[in-house]
C-alpha cells in the first residue's frame, strides 16, 4: 500500500485515523541549478524518494505514515548566480516548518520527520533551528537526520563521502531510480568528473558554487550514476529516516 497523502485525503478521513501512531512526513527540497543534466527540484525527488522508502519501515514498526506536501522552497545561496535557482530567506524556512508543526501538534499527530536531502549549510541552518524551536515548544516530537553529521552519512557511497556530491554520481543515481525521464541522458554521460569537495570548500570559507570550484553548478562524476545505485542509495536514506524517527520515539536505542 503507498502511504496516505495528506492533500489528498478529506479532514474526516484524518479524523478517523488513530492518530496517535501517525507519524507526519515532510519531503523537503529545492530550487537550485544541478548541472546541465538534472533538473531544479533533483533535491525534492530525493527527498520524495526517502519518504516513500522510509513509508514501509514504519508501517513495518506498526505506524501509520503520512506524506505531508512537499517544501520545494528553500535557502540555496550557493547556487544562487544560477539562472532558476530560487533562494528565500532561511528565517521564511524555519518559520514554515515551525507553523507546520504546532499545526500538526494541535490535531494529536505526536512526531513529524524532514527528509531532506538539500546540504547548503544555509539551508541546514534554516532546519536546525527549526527543529531546535520545534522541541522547545514541546508539543510535537521532530525527527531531522542531518546526512552531513554523524551517524547518517557514513551509511552513503563513497562519493557522498568525499563532499564531491552535488549532482554527480549520488545524486544523479538517485533521479536515473526515481525520474529518469527528468535526466538528460545526452548531456550527463558526457560531463568530465569534478572531484572538487564541496564540504572542504565550505570549511575553507568559500560560499558559491563558482568559488568552490562548480562552474556547471555540478561535483563529483555525472557520467557514473546508474539506475541500481539509485535504488540502492534510496532504500539507505529510507532506513536513515526511519531509524531517525524510531528513535526520536524510543523504539530503537540511539547508539
Ligand atoms: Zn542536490
Redesign the pocket.
Known sequence: MPPLRLREMTWTEVEALDRSRVVALMPVG?I?A?GPH?PLI??GI?AHSMVTAAAARLEAAELTPVLLPPLDYSAAPFAESFPGTISVAPETITALITDVASSLASWGIPVMALAN???DPAHLGALHAATTAVRENQKILVAFPDLTRRPWGSRLTEEFRSGA???GQF?GSVVLAARPEWVREEVRTRLDPNPTSLSTAIRLGQSTFIEAGGPQAYFGNPAGATWEEGEQTIQILGQILGDAVLQELGMISTS
Request: overall charge negative; hydrophobic content about 45%; aromatic content about 0%.
Open positions: 529545492a537550485e544541478h538534472l533533483t533535491d530525493i536531502a538539500h546540504l556530491c552535488h549532482a545524486e
